[in-house]
């Protein structure tokens, strides 16, 4: 019963009394590792509603290892109680099994993400939370009237989601997936995303894209996927054209941005774009390997570069392409850093975004759909476009400014993590490979 | 001593000497050649015990269940020459770069490239061929990038984008390949390959063509050579578009040869034409290193005609100018760059009369020039010979056209030397000071020994190609 889940719980609740004090980082900090190895002994959190699984537990533990990343990078008290508060939602969505408990832990992690963008101090933070809260109440609204169609048709709510349905209840579902895809930053339901990854603080966006996006696909396509091979006549054109709209868009737009955060902003949309891919190609065997892959990929590269922008942006005011022009000349370590995670957002082999992609983009193929693989590879090679251009201001052009040297050893170690994380998972596949079928 | 040393070795020795490296400038240039030749030792090495026919197995790391991804590493004959060429011209290469700027950050990148070069001509697992393939992409985008010259900037994220495209062509072959048969194994999909769909073939060919590179596919090759520091200009033409040549030859022909021979005309055709766009465009050239890239660009165009035979003389014989062309392009490339470096110009009409003031320098770049256009004793010649003899054998006598190809290089060659060893010594050139380190003077030495050598003596090297084509034809070699 006391799992993984319970613990950060607690913990977040308890880190309230350590706010303004010395104690909270490590309070927080070994909270975050006794759930680690709780969720490594395999614990659950036992209520009826939730199941465990390898995948999920792999997933989990990587979670956690993010959170400690998060963490360590973390100053501010309010976010890192916040931060546990994510993680035991997380893990709790991870878990849900039934569309109860889903909606339940989904609401939660959405909750707990207003309330972290939440910490307003600028105008432009202000529009990035608002337009976050906006589009989520309509995520909300959309996946509420969604579950009510599913249950007029006749769905059950404290049940997983029901193979055979009435076209009632089956379009209740495909309603609830537009309703989740806001969440996921699906084109068309973006447009908040991008302002609100550029304009919140950069270590929330670290926790909104890296970490909460990647928890809801993984969920998602957990709860989704059978019903979803039942159904393929409908789930393969819906997915597949959302996939190819939105992994175009967001690269293009890309391309045009000026503001690092933006870049990165839309990139991840277009990270979305392929990870809906493995819903697409849902019949093949590959696809829960690949999804699982993807997000173990993704939820450590994506919280590395946010959270090297909020170092750049503390420390030295950095926040356009142009101000970081030749950062490496005096700051080798946060440009091998930031260069190493952009080349595995890019797909640059033995990082761990290469064989996210690869494993995806197989099991598109595996399930006879190559042409949509060919245009997300050629997405793949464009998105090489601006990371490698953010990589050569970094290197190849002289720096404006001269910038101190940063020296402060938790954000560095916490980018090691994260780092490890993705080198890791750029060799060693077979650890993946071995429990991704139980997703 | 494990393969897998020479592998990921290098992708840790580089991240030491790029930490701890800073200040120890004599450290990293000495560890770089000493692990350069201590993989041509192993190379050389690997020849003595490779069997007569088939592959040696160097084992398999990494396997993963349920998806056919291992890490096997197998070498024959082709891909152990294919190594002995890379380390060999990646100590000539590390010498010649003797005297870069910011040593340990360029030979840390340098190591770096040689861990997944190995990798490339070891591995016969598809996807991990792949990923080696695109490892070797970073250390060149930052090795052309930050060491280039003006325009080095567009030419290295061209170059990457450019070539990461054909790339995710070759990926999506390699996952309908695995999908079609099964395994990812490339010495084990021949047999299942030959009812496979036409596209994976055609995937392929323009993949690797952009490498080669194959006319249309070369618009990268003329910028990232012009903007390369001079010796990673050797590094490109002389292991990349080999690289590239590698790949047509192993999974093109020899993996799948019912479709190459289908479209054998197309290889043919595209050959020819790189063969003659890229000498033209040499002769019309001013500019002194973008002659040479147009000219290496040329030759390729020759090795393709050669790979468009599809017999075994013709395979021997493109392999073999494969070694040549990589032996004598790389000199050109040194002294043009040592010349842009020292007069500050490209043009071939500010200089002029240089024999009166470098005559060593003159005298090894009249000896490559005239071994790539062919002279007699030269690798050039032999290279140039036989690969006309396997066309004609293959495609009829009208393939003498190729003979013509190897005038327009007499052309634009001669007419080089006129504009920049000989003729009136000119104002750039008497300003200039020519003395070279004396490293980097060894290394083309021994580039001109190399040439001359193997050109004498080319059954030396003939020995050692034919076995790799032997499954080919068992009648016997050239």
Redesign the interface.
């Known amino acids: 019963m006391f799992g993984s889940f319970s613990l950060l719980f607690i913990a977040a609740l308890v880190s309230l009394a350590f706010h303004r004090t010395i104690w909270l980082k490590p309070v927080a900090l070994v909270a975050t590792a006794g759930a680690l190895f709780l969720t490594y002994s395999g614990s659950t959190i036992g209520l009826s509603g939730f199941e465990n699984s390898g995948a999920v537990r792999l997933f989990t533990m990587i979670l956690e290892i993010v959170l400690l990343a998060l963490l360590l990078h973390e100053e501010e008290d309010q976010t890192m109680t916040q931060t546990l508060f994510v993680g035991a939602a997380s893990i709790a969505l991870l878990q849900a099994h039934t569309l109860l408990t889903f909606i339940i832990a989904f609401e939660a992690v959405s909750i707990i993400s207003f309330v972290l963008v939440s910490h307003i101090k600028t105008a432009a933070q202000a529009e990035g939370a608002v337009k976050m809260f906006i589009a989520g109440a309509i995520a909300t609204g959309i996946l509420l009237l969604g579950t009510a169609l599913y249950l007029i048709g006749g769905g059950k709510l404290g049940a997983p989601i029901a193979l055979q349905t009435s076209s009632l209840s089956t379009a209740g579902l495909f309603v609830m997936l537009l309703g989740l895809f806001y969440k996921l930053t699906i084109v068309p339901m973006h447009g908040w995303a991008a302002d609100t990854y550029a304009l919140v603080r950069h270590s929330h966006a670290a926790i909104l894209t890296g970490l909460a996006k990647t928890v809801v696909a993984v969920a998602m396509f957990r709860l989704f996927a059978p019903f979803l091979a039942e159904h393929l006549a409908m789930t393969v054109p819906m997915m597949v054209i959302l996939s190819v709209i939105t992994m175009t868009l967001g690269n293009f737009l890309a391309l045009f941005q000026k503001r690092i955060a933006r870049i990165l902003a839309y990139s991840s949309i277009a990270h979305a774009g392929y990870m809906l891919l493995a819903f697409a190609a849902v019949k093949s065997g590959?696809a829960s390997?690949g999804l699982l892959y993807m997000a173990i990929a993704y939820i450590f590269m994506q919280s590395a570069v946010f959270l090297l922008l909020d170092t750049l942006r503390k420390r030295y005011d950095i926040q356009t392409l142009e101000e970081i022009k030749g950062l490496a000349k005096h700051n080798r370590g946060l440009a091998f850093f930031f260069t190493a995670q952009l080349?595995s957002l890019a797909g640059?082999?033995?990082l761990a975004g290469?064989m996210g992609k690869?494993?995806v983009?197989?099991a598109g193929?595996?399930a006879g759909l190559?042409p949509v693989?060919?245009i997300a590879?050629?997405n793949?090679?464009l998105s090489?476009?601006y990371y490698?251009?953010i990589?050569?201001h970094l290197?190849?052009?002289e720096a404006s400014t001269v910038h101190e040297t940063f020296k402060e050893k938790s954000p560095l170690v916490a980018q090691g993590i994260l780092l490890a994380g993705t080198l890791y998972f750029g060799?060693?596949?077979?650890i993946v490979?071995?429990v991704?079928?139980s997703l | 001593m494990s393969p897998l040393f020479f592998i990921f070795g290098p992708i840790l020795l580089a991240a030491i000497v790029a930490l701890y490296g800073k200040k120890q400038h004599a450290f990293v240039k000495y560890a770089a050649l000493a692990l350069f030749g201590w993989m041509l030792i192993y190379s050389l090495d690997l020849l003595t015990i490779l069997p007569e026919t088939g592959y040696l197995d160097l084992g398999t790391y990494l396997a993963v269940e349920r998806f056919d991804f291992a890490l096997t590493l197998q070498v024959d004959h082709l891909s152990v020459v294919m190594l002995i060429l890379t380390s060999l011209l990646l100590i000539l290469v590390a010498l010649s770069s003797w005297t870069m700027k910011w040593p340990s950050s360029y030979f840390a990148l340098l190591i770096l490239f040689a861990g997944p070069i190995t990798g490339v001509f070891m591995s016969t697992d598809l996807l991990w061929f792949f990923i080696f393939w695109e490892l070797t992409l970073v250390p060149m985008y930052f090795l052309v990038g930050i060491w280039g010259a003006e325009g080095r900037i567009y030419a290295a994220v061209k170059f990457f984008l450019y070539t990461h495209v054909a790339s995710m062509l070759i990926l999506l072959a390699f996952f309908l390949i695995y999908k079609e048969t099964g395994t990812m194994d490339m010495t084990l999909v021949r047999e299942s390959m030959l009812a496979s769909p036409v596209l994976i073939w055609w995937l392929l060919f323009i993949g690797f063509a952009v490498k080669m590179p194959i006319f249309p596919f070369h618009t990268w090759l003329p910028d990232a050579h012009v903007q390369a520091p001079a010796p990673i200009s050797v590094l490109l033409a002389g292991v990349l578009l080999k690289m590239g040549a590698y790949a047509m030859i192993r999974m093109v022909v020899l993996m799948m040869p019912e479709h190459s021979a289908q479209f054998a005309w197309v290889i043919l055709t595209l050959g020819l034409i790189t063969l003659f766009y890229a000498g033209f465009m040499a002769l019309y050239e001013t500019h002194l290193k973008k002659m040479v890239a147009y000219s290496s660009i040329s030759h390729m165009g020759l090795v393709t005609v050669a790979i468009a035979t599809l017999s075994y003389s013709g395979l021997s014989a493109a392999l073999y100018e494969m070694i040549g062309h990589a032996l004598i392009i790389s000199p050109l490339f040194l002294i043009a760059g040592f010349l842009h470096h020292k007069t500050g110009s490209w043009q071939m009409g500010d200089m002029g009369g240089l024999m009166q003031k470098a005559p060593y320098l003159s005298a090894l770049f009249v000896l490559a020039g005239l071994a790539a256009l062919g002279l007699p004793g030269t690798m050039g010649f032999v290279g140039e010979l036989t690969i006309l003899i396997a066309a004609i054998k293959s495609y009829g006598f009208w393939l003498i056209v190729i003979a013509l190809g190897s005038m327009i290089g007499a052309g634009y060659i001669i007419w080089t030397f006129r504009r920049v060893i000989y003729g009136e010594i000119s104002e750039t050139v008497k300003k200039s000071d020519f003395r070279m380190d004396r490293v980097e003077f060894a290394a083309l030495i021994a580039f001109a020994v190399l040439i001359v050598l193997f050109g004498l003596f080319p059954s030396a090297l003939f020995d050692v190609i034919n076995s790799a084509f032997s499954s080919l034809a068992p009648q016997g070699g050239l």
Do not use: C, H, Q
Not at chain 1, 427 to 430: D, L, R
């Open positions: 590959y390997t080349f640059i082999p033995l290469f690869a494993i983009f197989y193929v595996d190559w693989v060919l590879l050629l793949s090679a090489v476009g490698a251009w990589i050569k290197y190849f052009d060799i060693f596949a077979s490979f071995a991704g079928k």
